[in-house]
């Protein structure tokens, strides 16, 4: 099977493989253990577990050298390898003679790596990344080019001055939930049968980890995080897990970290998506809350917010009727109440509970802005009879009465 040793066809050897495994696991010390995987090896020499387990053993005794020929040794003996082996890179090192450029990458991560073993300070799991280790892979790539001529050709002096590679990392943004959705996928991926059997540790380390992320996030955080685990929110796409804890904060009116959370999240998608239009009314609509002076970053969303609207109706079309809703809540904040009517006239039909509430309240000021004072009635009538909906509504109706109190009796 894929990711499994073969065991030797002798029955005989077999067990006493098997046994040899079993001891070295259960030795008290790494020099025992290393006997016991050294007797697996010979047994059966082309099984990689043994090579490896025996490298950790090695390891363990301050052997790094022994370590890591083991380590290099298992890699080549994988029945399943996910990363190149010691024959392809020979291969791909004699293309030097036929005038190609190659990068060291292995050696290069190697010499940036404690003992000499590429491992979790540098690598998420078997073949991802980890920040640390993206930026070293860029930097020996861009050494590497300093030896190109032009136009390829990178400045070896501009190179050394660049900043390091936290500053890009901070200049990204990082957020202890971004932190939990890397985490939870390789949990996911080390749960994967073959795999949670050939690294139990790993499955460990992240759960782990998992578990000490969301200790470090707020309740009402780790309900958000409860909810964005649901299979049911990414149904067409991953949905940011910033996007599902700022939504909660947005609800929960803190409308500084929810506008934060909510760019981060809007960092992710693709610009013309249904869901990065959502999180520009939203983004929208904690700076309107908040009650923050109107700026250029309000004019830059809201011109985001209705080129993304107008692309996605053009050459997709909203999926549900509340859709639109977005884009004509984007057209009331700029002052375009026409084109927000038109848009919010069918959409508000459907609009339910809290969050129906901002396409009636939107809609009514619209109405009320081009005249339409008895549309704008009837609506939030018609909304008191939505729980969610009814404080709202009566408060803009008396509102209403106030600034246009109704006729007396007529004139006899």
């Known amino acids: ?112 790596s404690p003992h000499g073993a590429v491992g979790w300070e540098l690598m998420c799991d078997h073949v991802h990344l980890t920040a640390r280790g993206q930026a070293l892979f860029a930097e020996c790539i861009a050494r590497e080019m300093t030896k190109l001529a032009e136009p390829l050709h990178v400045d070896a002096e501009a190179l050394a001055a660049l900043p390091s590679w936290e500053h890009y990392v901070d200049a990204g943004g990082t957020e202890i939930y971004e932190d939990f959705v890397a985490e939870s996928r390789m949990r996911t991926l080390f749960k994967i049968p073959f795999m949670q059997h050939n690294n139990p540790e790993a499955l460990a380390r992240c759960q782990a980890r998992c578990a000490m992320l969301e200790e470090r996030m707020s309740p009402r955080d780790r309900e958000a995080v409860g909810q964005w685990q649901d299979p049911g929110l990414h149904l067409s796409n991953h949905r940011p897990l910033t996007f599902v804890v700022g939504y909660y904060r947005m609800m929960d009116g803190d409308y500084a970290a929810a506008e934060r959370l909510f760019a981060h999240a809007r960092a992710c998608l693709a610009r013309v998506s249904l869901w990065r239009l959502q999180l520009t009314w939203y983004m929208l609509k904690c700076r309107r809350a908040s009650a923050q002076p109107w700026s250029g970053a309000d004019d830059d969303l809201c011109r985001e ?40 006239d069918n959409a508000v039909r459907y609009a339910k509970g809290r969050e129906g509430w901002d396409m009636v309240r939107l809609l009514a000021e619209s109405l009320v802005r081009t005249g339409q004072i008895d549309r704008a009635r009837l609506l939030l009538t018609l909304a008191q009879k939505d729980a969610a909906m009814a404080p709202g509504a009566r408060a803009l109706l008396e509102q209403l009465d106030a600034a246009e109190p109704s006729p007396g009796p007529p004139n006899p």
């Open 1 to 112: 099977p894929v990711g499994v040793d073969d065991p030797p066809s002798d029955p005989a050897a077999a067990a006493a493989v098997a046994d040899a495994m079993t001891a070295g696991a259960a030795a008290a010390d790494p020099v025992s253990a290393a006997v016991e995987y050294e007797l697996a090896i010979k047994l059966s020499p082309l099984a990689a577990r043994p090579h490896y387990l025996l490298g950790r053993a090695y390891a363990q005794s301050g052997d790094d050298v022994a370590a890591l020929a083991e380590y290099t040794q298992a890699r080549d003996l994988d029945t399943m390898p996910w990363r190149a082996n010691s024959w392809c890179n020979t291969i791909a090192r004699t293309m030097c003679t036929r005038g190609a450029i190659v990068c060291e990458m292995e050696d290069f991560m190697r010499a940036h």
């Open 305 to 344: 917010g209705i080129e993304t609207g107008r692309l996605l109706n053009r050459f997709v079309g909203f999926l549900t009727p509340v859709d639109p809703a977005y884009l004509g809540m984007i057209y009331n904040v700029c002052g375009d109440h026409e084109q927000a009517i038109a848009l919010l």
